[in-house]
């Protein structure tokens, strides 16, 4: 349920250094993404945005993949608590296991994912050196809404980047994280807007198919 201020209420899951965490911290805090970030979980006790959240004063939780017996259970145990806090939104922010079909159908349209690669090129891993490898002249990153294939939901926004000559996985990874930090709190912020439609698994913002480049965030 949106919270009574009329903020989104959100949950980001993460594995990692939070980067995209702290991006939408920031733009929540700065008033341009209209959205509360009521709890930050992690599937890894030692997750830096765990530390993040912890010093933006959210709630976190560790839900440690080790403990459960399989991949529903731990599922079934995550979606209690996003239920129970009543989570409108679960933002995938670099969290790094692949969700059950029950959970994804649990919240149908209402998980996000920010994959670095202009999908549906390069899904899963290693995307920045599969592009180099490749030979492609530009990489990106996308927004999703996610579905049961992994990385092949509806796309919400993407942007692009050249790969540069002498561009490395790491050099490359740098430019695209930084694109990233646009693109996620963006698609949130259209979703706390009620912008967004998926229609024949495609997005619409404002009921229209849009350039694939979205608006900045205003
Ligand atoms: C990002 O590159 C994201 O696209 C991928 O995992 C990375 C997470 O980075 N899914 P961070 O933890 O947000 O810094």
Do not use: C
């Not at 349920?1 to 911290?25: F, H, R, W």
């Not at 995938?92 to 692949?98: K, P, V």
């Not at 695209?176 to 024949?200: D, F, S, Y």
Request: hydrophobic share 40%; net charge neutral.
């Amino acid at each position: 349920m949106t919270e009574p201020d009329g903020k989104l209420a959100v949950a980001v899951l993460i594995s990692g250094n939070g980067s995209n965490l702290q991006a939408i911290i920031d733009r929540v805090a700065e008033g341009k993404v209209n959205a509360r970030i009521k709890i930050v979980i992690s599937n890894e006790s030692g997750a830096f945005g765990l530390e993040r959240a912890r010093r933006a004063g959210i709630p976190t939780k560790v839900f440690d993949h080790r403990q459960y017996e399989d991949r529903g259970n731990y599922d079934n145990a995550l979606a209690a608590v996003l239920e129970e806090m009543s989570i409108e939104l679960v933002v995938l922010a670099g969290f790094m296991r692949i969700l059950t079909p029950g959970f994804v159908a649990r919240f149908a349209g209402r998980i996000i994912n920010i994959h670095p690669s202009l999908l549906p090129k390069y899904t899963g891993l290693n995307t920045h050196q599969r592009a180099i490898s490749a030979g492609d002249q530009e990489h990106g990153a996308s927004v999703h809404f996610v579905s049961d294939e992994l990385d092949a939901g509806p796309i919400i926004i993407q942007r692009r980047i050249p790969i540069e000559p002498g561009d490395t996985p790491e050099s490359l990874q740098q430019r695209v994280h930084a694109i990233e930090h646009e693109i996620l709190p963006q698609a949130i912020q259209w979703i706390a807007e009620k912008r967004l439609r998926i229609n024949g698994g495609r997005v619409l913002l404002d009921g229209a198919q849009r350039p694939e480049q979205g608006l900045p965030v205003t």
